[in-house]
Antibody
Framework: EVQLVESGGGLVQPGGSLGLSCAAS????????MTWVRQAPGKGLEWVSS????????YYTDSVKGRFTISRDNSKNTLYLEMNSLRAEDTAVYFC??????????WGQGTLVTVSS | DIQMTQSPSTLSASVGDRVTITCRAS??????LAWYQQKPGKAPKLLIY???TLESGVPSRFSGSGSGTEFALTISSLQPDDFATYYC?????????FGQGTKLEIK
């Protein structure tokens, strides 16, 4: 089955850290660029970060640069997002998505990250 | 960064209506424009990519048009399942950017 499954969300205090994972199945993972998109409660979609299929190039939105790190393990068909120095404004559902010339055609179900004391 | 401006923010319509949502880019993005549908508590669903190509499995009542900076999503005859929020997204350059969304409501 073609799917992406995120995990790792939860409640974390401001200034804390959290790691998200996105397990891929049914796709040629190593050949696929991957993207994280987030959605704050009641708000719109915000692109967070992307990584090329080989993992050698990464991109970040300005608000997470220096705090978040995107990475991948192609041997495990898994995408990661390591989040440090978390802020209340990072509270959101985080989605992973397969990125290609056909845009973001495959999405995971999302995982909720709540930053609160 | 490329700004994407969607209009309207909210649209009230009835089953059977023809509706159009527009999206304007702050600079040319050629045809690297996608449209998504999102329902509450669900992940976005790709409807249209490359401005006008219908994603597999998406009903033909959905269509996309435009290039450069002006784009549109048209639903030819609204069905009950179409009431949702719609987003445009440019994927011409990083950082990718989304429009603010259009909530399509039942009149």
């Amino acid at each position: 089955e073609v799917q992406l499954v995120e995990s790792g969300g939860g409640l974390v205090q401001p200034g804390g850290s959290l790691g998200l994972s996105c397990a891929a199945s049914g796709i040629t993972f190593s050949g696929s660029a991957m993207t994280w998109v987030r959605q704050a409660p009641g708000k719109g979609l915000e692109w967070v970060s992307s990584i090329t299929g080989s993992g050698d190039t990464t991109y970040y939105t300005d608000s997470v640069k220096g705090r978040f790190t995107i990475s991948r393990d192609n041997s495990k068909n898994t995408l990661y997002l390591e989040m440090n120095s978390l802020r209340a404004e990072d509270t959101a559902v985080y989605f992973c998505a397969k990125d290609s010339s056909t845009a973001l055609a495959l999405w995971g179900q999302g995982t909720l990250v709540t930053v609160s004391s | 960064d490329i700004q994407m401006t969607q209009s309207p923010s909210t649209l009230s319509a009835s089953v059977g209506d023809r509706v159009t949502i527009t999206c304007r880019a702050s600079q040319s993005i050629s045809s690297w424009l996608a449209w998504y549908q999102q329902k509450p508590g669900k992940a976005p669903k790709l409807l249209i990519y490359k401005a006008s190509t219908l994603e597999s499995g998406v009903p033909s009542r959905f269509s996309g048009s435009g290039s450069g900076t002006e784009f549109a999503l048209t639903i030819s005859s609204l069905q009950p399942d179409d009431f949702a929020t719609y987003y445009c997204q440019q994927y011409n350059l990083y950082p990718y950017t989304f429009g603010q969304g259009t909530k399509l409501e039942i009149k």
